[in-house]
């Protein structure tokens, strides 16, 4: 079925350490991005793509990498984990920008825990 | 800098009975407000989705309202079932910003 794959979905990860959590859609979507949820925090947007080579901030950066090479992928980079990056992890896409009609379709989650 | 809020940020109801859902935002200037819909466990899903030009959508059993003079939306949950127990997040923004910003959600239990 189309939609969007988080790979994994669940990562022990120990602090400094570092990993890749991937994201792959099959939508032909233009906007990807990534949010991370936290208990009484609510989804909050970590970085987002308008397309191929266009990368941009969102409310919580810090720590975190990405890239969009292909309008398929966008891979969130975590270079030196830190307890504080445990969290669910999700990666959601749409047709062009969270706007109008263009519904964002989510990934089922990566549960990440940093030791 | 919009900010969104849900209350209350749970509810139990019996089986059967009306509900409503409320989210209110800062900034008025949102380009749309999305509903979504999330088991334990598991992703979002997209329930109903209000354009900033209309004033309500409605999908079976559920109706979402938005009035943007207010800062207000609304999600209408009909003759409530235990399938509908789950945790019910509102979401928005978007637009010239490009970025949806979520509500803490409320946790539905409808009691059979």
């Known amino acids: 079925n189309a939609g969007v794959t988080q790979t994994p979905k669940f990562q022990v990860l120990k602090t400094g350490q570092s990993m890749t959590l991937q994201c792959a859609q099959d939508?032909?979507?233009?906007?990807m991005s990534w949010y991370r949820q936290d208990p009484g925090m609510g989804l909050r947007l970590i970085h987002y793509s308008v397309g191929a080579g266009i990368t941009d901030q969102g409310e919580v950066p810090n720590g975190y990498n990405v890239s969009r090479s292909t309008t398929e992928d966008f891979p969130l980079r975590l270079l030196s984990a830190a307890p504080s990056q445990t969290s669910v992890y999700f990666c959601?896409?749409?047709?062009?920008?969270?706007?109008?009609?263009?519904?964002?379709?989510f990934g089922a989650g990566s549960r990440l825990t940093v030791l | 800098k919009q900010e969104v809020t849900q209350i209350p940020a749970a509810l139990s109801v019996p089986e059967g009975e009306n509900l409503v859902l409320n989210c209110s935002f800062t900034d008025s200037a949102i380009y749309n407000l999305q509903w979504f819909r999330q088991d334990p466990g598991k992703g979002l899903t997209s329930l109903l989705l209000i354009q900033s030009s209309q004033r309500e959508q409605t999908s079976g059993r559920l109706n979402a309202s938005l009035d943007k003079s207010s800062g207000r939306s609304t999600l209408y949950i009909a003759a409530s079932q235990p399938g509908d127990s789950a945790t019910y997040l509102c979401a928005g923004g978007g637009g010239a910003t490009n970025k949806l910003i979520f509500g803490t959600g409320t946790l539905l239990a409808v009691q059979p």
């Open positions: 959601a896409s749409t047709k062009s920008v969270p706007s109008g009609a263009n519904v964002l379709t």
């Open positions: 939508m032909n979507h233009e906007y």
